[in-house]
């Protein structure tokens, strides 16, 4: 008898990663999965099951998926696993909107996840690789080097985990009348207390025409933005294959609208995925109007510089009718002098575009520090000025993703001095909401 049809619910989580080396359920397409199936000689219908019980029921185990005869289960059981990572070590905001895990994968590497709870969404930002090779000198991921691309199932997993746990605690935004205001930034001319339009959304803003009641609890991942550990573009096809799984209405059934490529600017991957017939958002991380600025701190400008890399932006916008977010990081006394937000506005005028400016999330021991609140708005002021459409992400949640990789690296500095008890990791980060209650 297949021990595996008769153990309890978890176990392909409790499996040893490193001796566990049957391939990841995930990792198949769900046609490649139908193919495996008629291959065996099952009926269509069967990969139909298997495929709902996968991502509408988020089975952890093929002895939960009961409508399919024992021999399938066994057989399954016996030639796949379902899926791997395991958490190790868990960051929450204060108020528990934004939630950073480290996931451990079955060869033992470990990467960042993020889910961000807002008012009528909950976006998870998930990692394409362990490290990344592009260098960027303000990145904590950069600082890492390159250890390995993710398998799409390594990828489509991170937001199958916080499915998982979506599920067990359903996002209920509170109604306006239970709401505490929590916006303290202050835009140039801002008396209110309500953020301006321009600033990112927090949990609890209700967005403009919203109902007062509140929208119904959320109970998945509604978003997904490839802006954790990594760069996607250079691990194109398991990125790829990850999009595709998450759009089929068989599996996660997330539209291309809904998930956003971020990327550091491989010209030619930009112009790669404007072919593809399934239109995601693209953002692209600029951080400098300028060649000599940009490859000062972004080694990979010197192979793409920005004239290439806006081209390739103009031919994703052409073929998509996308409009392209570029991030600007803002590094005090780096990219943020004034005469530099002129600059940008220049290189951007008249594109289909929004930017993302996002004060920096200060790696230690690079040096590099955040631009205080005031420069960040009058940098916001000249893009504006100019007609450019900005946000300034200041408050909390992407913050956090945007710095995706520390976790990883006060884990392992933490690992090296005490054994680990995930219990003791769950630790409050208090310094991006420092000040916004
Ligand atoms: N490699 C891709 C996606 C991962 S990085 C890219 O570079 O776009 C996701 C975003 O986080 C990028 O815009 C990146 O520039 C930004 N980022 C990296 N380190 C940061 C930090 N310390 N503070 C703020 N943003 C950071
Ligand atoms: Fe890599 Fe993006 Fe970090 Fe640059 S910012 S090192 S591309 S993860």
């Not at 566990?20 to 009926?43: H, I, M, N, Q």
């Not at 108020?95 to 807002?118: C, I, P, Q």
């Not at 009641?213 to 760069?231: D, L, Q």
Request: charged share 20%; hydrophobic share 40%; glycine share 8%.
């Amino acid at each position: 008898m297949n021990e595996l049809a008769t153990t309890k619910a978890n176990i392909a989580f409790q499996t040893n990663p490193q001796t566990d080396r049957k391939p990841s359920v995930y990792d198949l397409s769900p046609d490649k999965l139908t193919a495996l199936l008629a291959e065996w000689g099952e009926p269509a219908y069967r990969a139909k099951q298997v495929l709902h019980w996968l991502y509408k029921e988020l089975a952890s185990d093929f002895s939960q998926m009961s409508n399919l005869p024992l021999h399938l289960r066994e057989r399954l059981a016996g030639t796949l696993t379902i899926g791997s990572i395991e958490v190790i070590a868990q960051k929450v905001s204060s108020d528990g909107s934004t939630r950073k895990v480290l996931l451990r994968l079955r060869d033992g590497n470990t990467v960042e996840a993020v889910l961000m709870l807002y008012y009528d969404r909950a976006p998870v930002c998930v990692s394409s690789q362990v490290g990344c090779a592009m260098g960027c000198t303000f990145c904590a991921t950069g600082q890492m080097g390159f250890t390995r691309n993710l398998a799409s199932g390594e990828i489509l997993e991170q937001v199958l985990f916080f499915n998982r746990w979506l599920r067990e605690h359903p996002h209920r935004p509170l109604a306006p009348s239970q709401r505490r205001t929590r916006y303290t930034g202050r835009a140039a001319g801002d008396k209110g207390r309500r953020p301006p339009a321009s600033m990112d959304a927090d949990a609890w803003h209700v967005p403009d025409g919203a109902s007062s009641s509140g929208p119904t609890e959320i109970a998945s991942v509604t978003n997904i933005v490839f802006m954790g550990m990594g760069e996607p573009l250079v691990n194109y096809n398991n990125l790829w294959s990850a999009i595709r799984t998450l759009n089929s209405p068989q599996a996660v059934g997330l539209g291309a609208r809904r998930m956003t490529v971020s990327t550091v600017g491989i010209a030619p991957q930009i112009r790669r995925m404007s072919h593809e017939d399934l239109a995601v958002n693209l953002a692209v991380s600029l951080h400098a109007p300028n060649d000599e600025l940009r490859s000062s701190f972004m080694p990979m400008n010197s192979r793409y510089p920005i004239a290439d890399l806006l081209s390739a932006c103009h031919d994703y916008v052409e073929a998509t009718h996308r409009r392209i977010t570029f991030e600007y990081v803002l590094i005090n006394g780096v990219n943020d002098g004034l005469n530099l937000a002129h600059e940008l506005a220049g290189l951007l005028k008249g594109m289909l575009c929004h930017v993302n400016l996002i004060p920096l999330n200060p790696v230690p021991g690079t040096g590099m520090r955040a631009t205080p609140r005031e420069r960040v708005f009058a940098f916001q002021k000249i893009l504006e000025d100019a007609g450019i459409s900005t946000t300034v992400r200041i408050e909390r949640g992407v913050d956090i993703a945007a710095a995706c990789g520390q976790l990883k690296v006060e884990e392992e500095a933490g690992a090296r001095r005490r054994t680990l008890n995930p219990e003791l990791l769950t630790v409050h980060v208090q310094a991006d909401l420092a000040g916004t209650l």
